[in-house]
């Protein structure tokens, strides 16, 4: 086998999951992986810091799974790959694709392990370049969306702060 090969399989997944359950249940699937990667490494804060901001200057999952390369390379399947339900609330993911989904719940339940609150801002799509801004969120942290975009333009495909548990 060759060495993506897993790669390829999860994103497969992804697409047979999507089709056969819809949107909303590939979201679900996603959210519980990324929850059960975290609680197999427990407690931690990740990100870049820029004052009390938080960001990662790439995604390390869409890195490490090639998930432009691959989504490209599946004929017809691109949009599995940015088509997912963007549930408003100042607790939920500004997914700008589908990585998106894991990562925050990897990112948030390592913070819930360490007693703090992650909530998420905004984040670029390495395919597309399109910005997802979790406005609700941004306004519950008093934060400014242009604040956030400059650094999303600048620096960041993906902005997030950590709160104590009690402040959202």
């Given amino acids: 086998m060759k060495s993506k090969t897993l790669v390829k399989a999860l994103l497969i997944g ?5 089709s056969r359950v819809g949107a909303q249940g590939l979201y679900d699937w996603l959210w519980t992986i990324g929850e059960r990667l975290a609680e197999m490494e ?3 804060l990740e990100g870049e810091k820029s004052g009390d901001l938080r960001y990662e200057p790439f995604c390390p999952l869409a890195a490490q ?5 691959y989504c490209e390379i599946l004929p017809g399947q691109e949009s599995i790959c940015v088509e997912i339900p ?3 609330g100042a ?7 589908i990585i998106c989904v894991v990562h925050h719940a990897y990112r948030r339940k390592r913070a819930e392990l360490a007693g703090k609150e992650c909530v ?11 910005m997802a801004f979790n406005e609700e ?3 519950a942290v008093g934060k400014s969306k242009k604040e956030i975009e400059k650094l999303l ?3 960041a495909v993906c902005v997030f702060m950590y709160l104590e548990s009690d402040e959202i």
């Fill in 86 to 88: 963007r549930a408003g």
């Fill in 14 to 18: 992804m697409i047979e999951i999507g």
């Fill in 42 to 44: 427990g407690k931690g």
């Fill in 137 to 139: 969120a941004i306004r």
């Fill in 153 to 155: 333009k600048t620096k």
């Fill in 91 to 97: 607790d939920k993911p500004a997914c700008a694709d």
């Fill in 65 to 69: 799974l090639e998930t432009t390369h």
């Fill in 120 to 130: 998420h801002l905004a984040a670029k799509c390495p395919m597309t370049g399109s």
